[in-house]
Structure formats: C-alpha cells, structure tokens
C-alpha cells in the first residue's frame, strides 16, 4: 500500500511538470511607459525676488534753515555795575597769617573779565590775577604767596576790555602772628 501511494504520487508530480511545460510562458505584469514632460519653474511671490536698491536723489542747492541767534541784549555799565556782588572773608583791615587764605565769591553776570590786584601799601609791590568773567566766579589767594607781611589793598576791578567798568576795593593785614579770630 504504501509503495502505491508512492507511486500515485509519483505520478501527481510527472503530471503537474508537464502540464506546467505545456503551459504559456508567464507574462510580466504590464506597467505604462514613463511619460517625459517638461520642466516649467514656479514664478517666485515679490517677497522673494530681490529688489534693486532704492536710487537716492543727489542732494539740493536749497539752503536750509539754520536758526539764528538774538544777540543778548547789552547793558550799560551801571546795569554791569550793579549786577557786579562781591562776597568775601576780609572785613575792613582784618589780621590774617601766613597759612590763612583769602576768598572772593564774584557775581558777575556779563562776560566781561574780572582783575583781581593785591597790592602791598608801602612797597607797592602788586599781585595781579585775570579771570573771565560769567555768572558766578570763585577766587581764592593762599597768603603764603605774597613776599612780605604788612598792610595790603586788594581791589576787584570788573572790565571791558583794558577799561574799568566799576571797582570794589578793600584792605587786610598780613601778619607773622595774627591777632586771634575776629568776631564777625
């Protein structure tokens, strides 16, 4: 039995082979031909196109306005005069000492230069200092550069120039030993 099942299998198979030979070759699947179409490039939106840069316009013989400025009106010397204020530490003929200094606070609102001249009475021996003039001027004389103790004339001289507009003037002592501090 088992040699006829062999055999019948056997036979299943010589038939399969040649009814599978005398069968039509397969066929390939059939698949279209690739089609060829021309490439046509999508025109940019503006944003990505560049821009030539913008022509600028050469400039213009038009003048342009420039403000012009009022001339500060000018004062006569006894508007200057009284706009000139001297403050300062030296009462009349005061004792000052060789490490003492002596201050001026000038109030000066013209432009003109102030001269400040310390002059010692019997030698006439002169200590000159210029200082433009502004609104508010501070002066300040360490003793310890005059030459010699004695009595001493200072003077505040407001100018125009080389001329003397208006003066305020005074005297101290410049001692080896001053007197002690004077009340104020």
Known sequence: MTRTLFRAAACAAALLFVVSACAAP????????????????ATLPPT???????????????PSPTPTRTPAPTLSAAERC????VNSNI????SFGRGDQIAFLVNASTPDGIRLTV???????????DVPGGSLVGLQLPLKRLSAY?????TLTLRDGETAVCTV?????????PFPPQAD
Do not use: C, M
């Not at 990505?48 to 038009?62: G, H, K």
């Not at 009284?82 to 204020?85: D, I, K, T």
């Open 119 to 129: 002059r010692q009475r019997f030698s006439g021996e002169n200590l000159n200092a």
């Open 169 to 177: 003037s005074g005297a101290f002592i410049y001692r080896a030993n």
């Open 82 to 85: 009284a706009n000139f204020v």
């Open 26 to 41: 397969p066929v390939p699947p059939t698949t279209p031909a690739p089609t060829v179409t021309a490439l046509v490039r």
């Open 48 to 62: 990505w196109t560049p821009t030539p840069p913008p022509t600028v316009a050469p400039p213009t013989a038009l």
């Open 150 to 154: 004695g009595l001493y004339d200072w």
């Open 91 to 94: 009462k009349h003929l005061r």
